[in-house]
T-cell receptor, first 115, second 107 residues
């Protein structure tokens, strides 16, 4: 498909486990964002990439969270030692730098539940 | 710091007009977005303002005043399908979202 793809769509895990969430952006989009959204709240910024490098990771809540984008396309958000408070929908979005508005195109999200 | 404020909830009647306000304080400014998000779905792009003034797109319009740090989204001829959350977002370098305004449409 031509849109942003996120896997898994749903993940249930136990407290203390390790989780990886994957994002496949729109082909050719240079910018890739990760957000976290809890019920009734707006998307909370976590990190964004321009190409392979993290341009701004100031939203990562602590050192249990890490994200990579080794080839400038697919990105993986990694969460170590998950806690119940990590439960949320993790949204990925991509955009084309220099394009008209530079609007974000969102994936459907990965819903993480930590028991 | 960065702060984006918008009302938590609003209610309007089908066929009417509603204005959703957004105020922002950011260290830099490089454009303001409005997104629509239906429950359980991903946000979708509605509008973008980078210069002062009104941008009109069908039933939806968005206004920006950079000197006041203020924007609004105007929805006309409301339809039941407009029941959703409306997210104001500002691009400094990265794009930051407000908490969203849940709009309820009454028949």
């Amino acid at each position: 498909g031509a849109g942003v793809s996120q896997t898994p769509s749903n993940k249930v895990t136990e407290k203390g486990k390790y989780v990886e969430l994957r994002c496949d952006p729109i082909s050719g989009h240079t910018a890739l964002y990760w957000y976290r959204q809890s019920l009734g709240q707006g998307p909370e910024f976590l990190i964004y990439f321009q190409g392979t490098g993290a341009a701004d990771d100031s939203g990562l809540p602590n050192d249990r969270f890490f994200a990579v984008r080794p080839e400038g396309s697919v990105s993986t958000l990694k969460i170590q030692r998950t806690e119940r408070g990590d439960s949320a929908v993790y949204l990925c979005a991509s955009s084309l730098k220099g394009h008209n508005t530079g609007e974000l195109f969102f994936g459907e999200g990965s819903r993480l539940t930590v028991l | 710091g960065q702060n984006i404020d918008q009302p938590t909830e609003m209610t309007a009647t089908e066929g009417a007009i509603v204005q959703i306000n957004c105020t922002y304080q950011t260290s830099g400014f490089n454009g303001l977005f409005w997104y629509q998000q239906h429950a359980g779905e991903a946000p979708t792009f509605l509008s973008y303002n980078v210069l002062d003034g009104l941008e009109e797109k069908g039933r939806f319009s968005s206004f920006l005043s950079r000197s006041k740090g203020y924007s609004y989204l105007l929805l006309k001829e409301l339809q039941m399908k407009d029941s959703a959350s409306y997210l104001c977002a500002v691009r400094d370098d990265k794009i930051i979202f407000g908490k969203g305004t849940r709009l309820h449409i009454l028949p």
